[in-house]
């Protein structure tokens, strides 16, 4: 498969998924959501892959929605083209809770908006040292979107997150690892091989039915 978006190569056991928008800062079209779900699910078809690594190109990880497509979402115009199908927009990245292999995001740099979705709906959440995270939705004019009303609660409790998607505030990563927001943080320069180092661990120490049904339970 040939990925205009997003880069996809599997590494061992580990497939790795980079966002490849470095000059949008990662920035989702309708393209590069399709795109993702594609790898993501030639991931889950790969019987080499035990789980999957998302990060990003560029200083950052996913500011969300492209300006393009959130225009499109605030003016409430439908999109008229095949490769504008916003049928997933509202879910956008529930699905990999039932992808039964543990997804992981790297976070480097901002993650915002939907990018912040992409990271909370993935099963772990390692962070740079440097990278900042914020649900950007209300400073957009937007109620909260995208699954972020579910994930947040669950992640960091009722107040912590009306507190995170009524302020919109940047959360650096220290505070981020205090909130649970993440669940590890790496040096910059790690990131990446802290990330692919977990997958690699769990496809010793782990067999890939018992990581599947572990993540069903706890999600179901």
């Known amino acids: 498969m040939n990925y205009t978006d997003i880069e996809y190569e599997v590494i061992g056991s580990v497939a790795l998924l980079t966002l490849n928008r470095p000059e949008k800062l ?11 779900r594609e790898a993501v699910d030639a991931s889950v078809q790969n019987p080499e892959v035990v789980g999957i690594v998302i990060t990003g190109n560029g200083r950052g990880f996913s500011s969300g929605l492209d300006s393009a497509v959130l225009a499109s ?7 008229t083209t095949t490769d504008e199908a916003s049928d997933e927009l509202p879910g956008i990245f529930s699905y990999l ?20 979705i992409l990271a909370l709906m993935s099963d772990i959440r390692i962070a740079a040292r440097d990278a900042a995270l914020t649900t950007v939705f ?9 699954g972020s009303s579910w994930i947040l609660p669950r992640l960091v ?5 009306l507190d995170l998607l009524w302020a919109s ?6 505070e981020a690892l205090s909130l649970g927001l993440v669940d590890r943080l790496s ?18 120490t782990s067999a890939p039915a018992a990581i599947a049904e572990t993540k069903r339970l706890v999600y179901s």
């Open 169 to 174: 505030d940047k959360v650096t990563a220290e």
């Open 73 to 79: 979402v605030t003016s409430g115009k439908t999109p």
């Open 157 to 161: 409790g009722t107040g912590r997150a």
């Open 138 to 146: 209300l400073k957009r004019g937007l109620i909260a979107e995208h």
């Open 26 to 36: 990662n920035a989702f079209t309708y393209h590069t959501l399709r795109e993702i």
């Open 187 to 204: 040096e910059p320069e790690n990131l990446l091989s802290d990330a692919l180092e977990y997958i690699e661990k769990l496809a010793v």
């Open 97 to 116: 809770l039932e992808v039964p292999k543990p997804v992981i995001s790297a976070i480097n740099g901002v993650a915002a908006g939907g990018g912040l």
